[in-house]
């Protein structure tokens, strides 16, 4: 939520709409602290073919593990991997 946020302030467009439209179509979760350890994990391992993939990423991708969802980027440390919808 925060990088959707970031982003429209950048773009100058307003949160709140697009907060109320996520809500309704996403499940927001928790972060839980075996999410964090599991993210470390994945960021030392990711490092070794991805320059520069951050905490957040890992993050996202322990989540994703755990829920067993797929994640929608066109972040470039998300390509090629493992359900991934990358949009390009």
């Known amino acids: 939520m925060a990088e959707i946020k970031g982003w429209a302030i950048r773009e100058n467009i307003d949160f ?12 927001i979760q928790c972060i839980l ?24 990423d890992a993050l996202i991708i322990a989540q994703q593990k755990r829920i067993g969802c797929r994640v929608v980027s066109g972040d470039h440390h998300f390509q090629h991997l493992k359900d991934v919808i990358f949009i390009d």
Do not use: N, P
Request: net charge positive.
């Open 16 to 27: 709140e709409e697009l907060y109320s439209i996520i809500r309704k179509v996403s499940d």
């Open 33 to 56: 602290t075996q999410d964090w350890l599991e993210a470390a994990t994945i960021r030392s391992e990711l490092r070794k073919t991805k320059k520069g993939f951050g905490m957040i």
